[in-house]
């Protein structure tokens, strides 16, 4: 209830129906005197955000620590005391993906395997390390160099890990190469059907990926060679195509993402890795959508699996999703801080508790099933078990569609 004066006539100015009492029983508006100082507006505003603050803490602390209270809370038509849903959902996710876009994508660098970033990185701690030596070498200060004997330590560790990966990546090629050698001699002198151009086609192709980051798998070659970047046109790869066998020839799927890949580079001009960037930022961009494609699927599974559940509506699953996937935006978001202090102090038991917060998702999840759907410890396992393998198929076909028209959009 407001502050404000209430008007001594009692019809509603929005309605017009006669009021019984300080509200419209028929539209909800208060009967307040209609002139507002400048006074008034502010503490009008200060009461409405203090009012959804209450109530949005009061709901976050049910949600975290009481899985499935509020969705039984809800389903009984308990809804006034709590935030809805809908707003919990609309204002959660909004949030996350402010901080998701705005500080956690910015932090973790692209990187698709191709072992430049390790390189790089391997370089610019070397770089470090050899100007912290060369200071520690000049100063007497005790505590200054216990300091950066510290600093050097914690490098070594860095070192030693990145010059692993860059040592592994530098076999895979290698590997490759030997690979794209024996390909070559393997193939006839004359294979019936194919013409100069096709044959020269292929042998450009293998040499080429012969000297390029290749796959470490034993199929990764030849799963490459017909690759997007082995052609700079579409006419080039479908000549390829034509000419060889069929059991040889690329899907149809793999065939309409190779040429659009060879389409897009012509559009663009930009070459394999940073139409790869691009493609890889359009992707994330795309997640939000993505999780709320999600949401009706989510709760069909829950549907699927409480059939026999009579008393549960289609509506009710809904809810219970919404509830769960707001827990998740704000448990991922408390990780995400945990680990930013993580990164700053490096201390062992703020590792653990950020541990411990990923390992909470999960067990949410399995606490709120038990709680709002009311089954034993063994049924509800079972169950929990099931919507994990199916959702797990879910989102990776969600994930494949959002990528192609990812690419479509690029």
Known sequence: MSHFKERKEKNCLNCGAEVMGRYCQLCGQENTEPRESAWQLVTHFFYDITHFDGKFFSTVRYLLLR?????????RGRRMTYLHPIRMYVFTSAFFFLIFFSFINKEEPANFGDGSGARQELEHKLAIKKDLESVLLKTRDSIERTAINKSIIKLNGAIGILQDSVRRKELKERETGD????????????????????????????????????????????ANIT????????????????????????????????LKFIHLKEKTGEGDRKLIDTLGEKFLHSIPQMLFVSLPLFALLLKFLYVRRKEFY???????????????????????????????????????IGAVIILYIFYYLYKAMRKFYRQGRGKTILKYLLLCSMLFVVMLMLMSIFLIISAYRV
């Open 314 to 352: 289609y509506a009710d699953h809904g809810i219970f999703t919404i509830h769960f996937y707001c827990a998740a935006f704000l448990l991922i978001l408390l990780q995400y801080c945990v680990g930013a202090i993580n990164r700053k102090l490096d201390w062992g038991i703020i590792r653990f």
């Open 179 to 222: 690979k794209a050698r024996q390909y070559l001699d393997s193939l006839p002198a004359n294979i019936p059907g194919m013409g100069k151009d096709t044959r020269r086609i292929i042998d450009s192709a293998i040499q080429n990926h012969s000297t390029r980051l290749g796959a470490a798998n034993d199929g990764g070659f030849q």
């Open 67 to 75: 899985p499935g209270f509020l969705t039984s809370e809800y389903v």
């Open 227 to 258: 690759g997007s970047d082995d052609f700079n046109t579409p006419d080039a790869y479908m000549a390829m195509q034509d000419e060889m066998p069929d059991s040889l020839k690329d899907g149809a799927f793999k065939r309409t993402m190779v």
